[in-house]
């Protein structure tokens, strides 16, 4: 378990009690048959009805999708622990699946700007999925070369991908409760703005966090030297 130390004693980081908090929930499902690579996919779907969504400008439901989709990216990794099912196989799932869901949200989020007739404005979500996804390379480049193996990246930086789900569901919340981005023509100042803002957050904090991890696994290579 991911802890952080305060005056020698571990302290539960957010991820691990909100994982905890979801752990019932995930039996649940386990009693239901489902398995952890079956929450998986449909946490998946889930994103991919998402993308839909923001795609077809309808943002609030898209954003209301996204905050389901990220509940079903802990209840996989729950049902895991709490029946004992945890593999390899199921990590590589998680994490391929994970990664293809956030693509896609932000895909179709660039997908319903352009069609918004903001062209410019779309180029915004690309870029905050390139910084996400340099967050996700410095991680998996580094365990696999043997620096903090485990968890221990997932806890350097400033946006992890929880911090980048909270800015995208808050994005299309605002943008939705706005009434839209509007056009060109005729732009919707506020939706506009939280939009802009929280796909502005994104990609300024994922970037900062890529240097974080990049500054933290050389530190780790010096001391091993």
Known sequence: MTVTERRGVPEPTFRDRARASVEPVARTFGRLGLTPNALTVIGFGIA??????????VWLPAGLLVATGAVFDLLDGALARA??????????????????????????????????????????????????????YTRARAEGLGFDSGRGMASVGLAPREVRTVFVVLGLVLTGLAGGVGSLNFPNATGSTAMTVSLGLITILATITTIQRIVHVYLQAKKEQ
Not at 48 to 57: E, K, N
Not at 85 to 101: E, N, Q
Request: zero cysteines.
């Open 48 to 57: 991919v009805v998402a993308a839909w969504q923001a795609a077809i400008q």
């Open 83 to 136: 029946t004992n099912r945890t593999s390899r196989l199921g990590a590589f799932m998680d994490s391929v699946f994970d990664r293809a869901g956030e693509a896609i949200v932000y895909l179709g989020i660039s997908a319903g700007l352009f069609a918004s007739g903001l062209p410019g404005m779309a180029l915004l979500p690309i870029a905050a999925m390139a910084a996400a996804f340099m967050v996700s």
